[in-house]
């Protein structure tokens, strides 16, 4: 078994609302609850990310094409439901929770501040979208200095092929990428 020493595992918008643009999230929600067992077990810190916006989304600009266009959406889920994580993989008791304002974890959150509290070093990843939150959080993790380890089966991207390629081509370069029952042996 690998040395889980200054671990986290990373669950990232893992939340109802952003699950339901998936054609099918039930592999990826059972393969990350699968992931918080093991972390639970072994005593690594599981942390939550979720994205998040104030009543009347202050925070997105009209020049983010990516909020922008989905501001709409937004609106029409109150912040509160937004936020839900998806009961199949919901915080424990005492577990953190962080908002983050943008697609990169670290971005408008306190996650930063949360690890280098806790003296981790090596952050586990998992969520939705491959293209979105575990991109942007390996690039700059990596520019960070932390060690990566990105749990293939426990991301989920609408786009298949995307999440083949950045899985297989794009994160190798800044992280070991396995399976969870990889990092559970």
Same mark, same amino acid.
């Given at each position: 078994?690998?040395? !889980? ?15 339901? =643009? ?12 699968? *992931?918080? *067992?093991?972390?639970?077990? =072994? ?6 990310? %979720?994205?998040?916006? @104030? ?14 266009? *989905?501001?709409?959406?937004? $609106?029409? %889920?109150?912040?509160?439901?937004? !936020? ?17 304002? &943008? ?7 306190? !996650?930063?501040?949360?690890? @280098?509290?806790? @003296?981790?070093? /090596? ?10 939150? %575990?991109?942007?959080?390996? &690039?700059?993790? *990596?520019?960070?200095?932390? @060690? ?14 995307? /999440? &083949?390629?950045?899985? $297989?081509? %794009?994160?190798? &370069? ?12």
């Amino acid at each position: 078994m690998e040395n !889980l020493q200054n671990t986290a595992l990373l669950v990232m918008d893992m939340q109802s609302a952003i699950l339901m =643009s998936l054609p099918d999230s039930s592999v990826v929600i059972k393969n990350v609850a699968k *992931a918080i *067992a093991h972390a639970r077990n =072994s005593n690594v810190p599981v942390i939550y990310v %979720v994205v998040g916006f @104030r009543k009347g989304l202050p925070e997105v600009s009209d020049n983010n094409k990516g909020f922008g266009m *989905a501001k709409s959406r937004f $609106t029409s %889920v109150s912040p509160e439901d937004f !936020l839900a994580i998806h009961p199949e993989v919901a915080p424990a008791e005492g577990e953190v929770t962080t908002v983050k304002r &943008r697609v990169c974890a670290f971005t408008g959150s306190d !996650l930063e501040v949360i690890l @280098r509290a806790q @003296r981790i070093q /090596h952050i586990v990843l998992t969520g939705v979208a491959t293209s979105g939150v %575990v991109l942007s959080t390996t &690039r700059e993790a *990596a520019d960070k200095d932390y @060690r990566i380890t990105v749990l293939a089966d426990a991301c989920a991207d609408g786009d298949e092929e995307v /999440h &083949r390629v950045l899985t $297989t081509k %794009v994160f190798p &370069r800044q992280a070991d990428v396995i399976t969870v029952d990889e990092w559970v042996k």
